[in-house]
C-alpha cells in the first residue's frame, strides 16, 4: 500500500507555515493555539468564544501541489480531547471554499481514516450544491473546531498521510 505523508510531527518539525485562523477574522473572540509539544506532536488548542457571533478556532498548513491521484484516503494520528474537529482540504488555496469531514475524538489516540470522495465542499459553514472532493491535488490541509458552543479546546496530531 502506498502512502504519502503530508506532516509527520516530530521534535524537529518546522511549523512555521502552520497559520492559526480563528473567527476574529470576523470579529469573534476565539482564540488558538499551535505548537510542538515536549513529545514531538502538534498542539492544536485554545477556546472557542460564541462573543460576538464567533464560534471556530482553525489551523491551517498551505504548501506546494501535492498530487492525489493515486490515494483514495486521509488517515489521520491524533489525540483529542472527546470533541468533534473537523479536517478539512483545499485542492486550491485561492478557492474560498473547503472540502470537509467532521470526526469525533475519544481522548485517546487514533487513527482518523477519511475517504477523500466523502469529503464535502462548504464555505462558512454552509454546505454547498456541488460535487464532493474530486481534484487530482491538494495545496492545504487545515483542522477545525466550532460546535455551535463556548469550549475549550486541545488536539494533539502525530502525522497527516495520504493512503
Request: no cysteine.
Amino acid at each position: 500500500m502506498s502512502s504519502k505523508i503530508i506532516f509527520d510531527f516530530n521534535k524537529q518539525a518546522d511549523i512555521q507555515d502552520w497559520i492559526v485562523v480563528d473567527d476574529v477574522v470576523m470579529g469573534g473572540r476565539s482564540s488558538g493555539t499551535f505548537a510542538l509539544n515536549d513529545d514531538g506532536f502538534g498542539v492544536f488548542a485554545g477556546n472557542v468564544s460564541l462573543e460576538n457571533n464567533g464560534g471556530f478556532s482553525s489551523v491551517r498548513y498551505r504548501f506546494d501541489k501535492i498530487a492525489v491521484e493515486d490515494f483514495t484516503k486521509m488517515v489521520l494520528r491524533l489525540k483529542g480531547d472527546g470533541k468533534t474537529y473537523q479536517f478539512r482540504i483545499k485542492d486550491e488555496v485561492t478557492t474560498r471554499y473547503s472540502y470537509i469531514a467532521s470526526f469525533p475524538t475519544s481522548g485517546e489516540w487514533q487513527e482518523i481514516t477519511i475517504p477523500l470522495n466523502t469529503m464535502y465542499p462548504a464555505f462558512r459553514g454552509n454546505k454547498l450544491d456541488q460535487p464532493n472532493f474530486s481534484h487530482d491535488h491538494i495545496e492545504e490541509v487545515a483542522f477545525l473546531v466550532g460546535n455551535k458552543k463556548a469550549e475549550k479546546f486541545r488536539l494533539l496530531i502525530d502525522k497527516i498521510e495520504m493512503r
